[in-house]
């Protein structure tokens, strides 16, 4: 695997990886495929506890921020408190080693899309988006949510 992966980014040019559901793998194997890689590497791990994703960044080079992304539909599409988002982000400085490097989003394949669950809601999506766009991490966009 490790052989394949290198192989793989350098054939094609990759500047990175999504790695897909990386707790049903050991953290040991990602803490030596990554490296191999040679790459970035972005690792999902679907759960909102900040306490359970968190340690998976010492296994691959960043992560999408889950948790967030519950906290980002509460607070733009349910009108939640927006001090939730410094919170969450305090408490996430705890558990990993660099918030820089977790994927901000509001829309993916794996969850029902933001307008699925807050219809008619277009300017609750923009005001998400651009929190995602301009909040702390790397932003990411799933088609479509453009």
């Known amino acids: 695997m490790k052989n394949w992966v290198k192989s793989l980014v350098s054939t094609y040019g ?4 999504r ?9 040991d194997f990602w803490a ?4 191999a890689s040679g790459v970035f590497q972005m690792g999902e791990c679907f759960n909102g506890d900040p306490a359970y994703v968190g340690p998976y960044q010492g296994s691959v080079t960043g992560l999408f921020n889950y948790p967030m992304y519950y906290t980002i539909n509460d607070v733009f599409g ?16 705890s558990h990993f080693t660099d918030l820089d490097a977790l994927g901000l989003f509001v ?5 029902a899309r933001f307008l699925h669950n807050h219809a008619g809601a277009n300017n609750k999506l923009k005001n998400a988006t ?3 766009l301009t909040g702390r ?10």
């Open 14 to 17: 990759f500047d990175g990886i």
């Open 19 to 27: 790695i897909d559901t990386i707790p049903e793998v050991p953290k």
């Open 32 to 35: 030596e495929f990554g490296p």
């Open 78 to 93: 349910n009108g939640a408190y927006m001090g939730n988002i410094k919170s969450l982000y305090d408490a996430e400085a």
């Open 107 to 111: 829309d993916n394949h794996d969850n």
């Open 130 to 132: 651009v929190f995602s």
């Open 137 to 146: 991490g790397i932003p990411f966009v799933y088609y479509g949510t453009e």
